[in-house]
């Protein structure tokens, strides 16, 4: 993975028990709860969501209309499966919409050169600011002549960080079915490179 964010068992158990805490105080009418969720899962949402759609000026969109369904469904939540489970699928469903409304728009998303900073640190390590921000340009690009299933398990696992567990829980599908869909993305982003000339460093990590 380019990305990775991995949290220890002990702190991930601490961490679904403040969220289940704070959904049932929303529940009982305390309304700083909602608060208090979106300061601590506001960023990864968002890193979801650009990653899903590049950089997009509906970004903050995207971001606000997550919570807002997170606001309305929070009284049916009864804790079936981790908070973060359930948000992250509800992130995914809302940028993907925007993102099929763009694409019927013809519009290309790139990664601004004001987010290098936030590019996969491989990309950083290996290109100056302008090359990442064209390296980047021509990988969202190639991604985006994906099929949807491929496209979201591969951005979600090589530039989000996500496990293949988590993806699979997240998009409720089968573990060998994301294994399956990663494979295929990757072999068809790593010959659409090979095809194009485009073949940046961390390509080769592709299909490792």
Not at 7 to 13: D, H, L, Q
Not at 162 to 187: C, P, Q, W, Y
Request: charged content about 25%; proline content about 2%; overall charge neutral.
């Amino acid at each position: 993975m380019w990305l990775s964010a991995l949290t220890g068992p002990e702190e991930r158990g601490d961490a679904d028990a403040t969220d289940l805490a704070l959904v049932a105080a929303y529940q009982r009418g305390n309304g700083n709860a909602l608060s208090e969720l979106y300061r601590r899962h506001g960023r990864r949402v968002e890193s979801i969501a650009r990653n899903l759609m590049g950089q997009s000026s509906e970004l903050e969109d995207v971001v606000q209309e997550v919570f807002v369904e997170l606001q309305r469904a929070l009284f049916k939540f009864r804790g079936d499966s981790r908070f973060t489970t359930w948000l992250h699928r509800v992130t995914v469903n809302v940028a993907l919409m925007h993102l099929r409304t763009q694409r019927r728009k013809g519009w290309l998303r790139w990664v601004g050169l004001d987010q290098v900073d936030a590019l996969p640190a491989v990309v950083q390590q290996t290109e100056g600011r302008l090359e990442a921000r064209d390296t980047c340009k021509q990988l969202y690009d190639i991604l985006g002549t994906l099929p949807e299933k491929k496209y979201v398990v591969f951005a979600l696992y090589e530039l989000e960080g996500m496990s293949l567990e988590e993806i699979a829980t997240t998009l409720d599908i089968g573990l060998n079915t994301v294994k399956s869909r990663l494979f295929h993305a990757r072999k068809e982003v790593f010959e659409l490179a090979q095809e194009r000339g485009v073949l940046p460093p961390f390509a080769l990590q592709v299909v490792k």
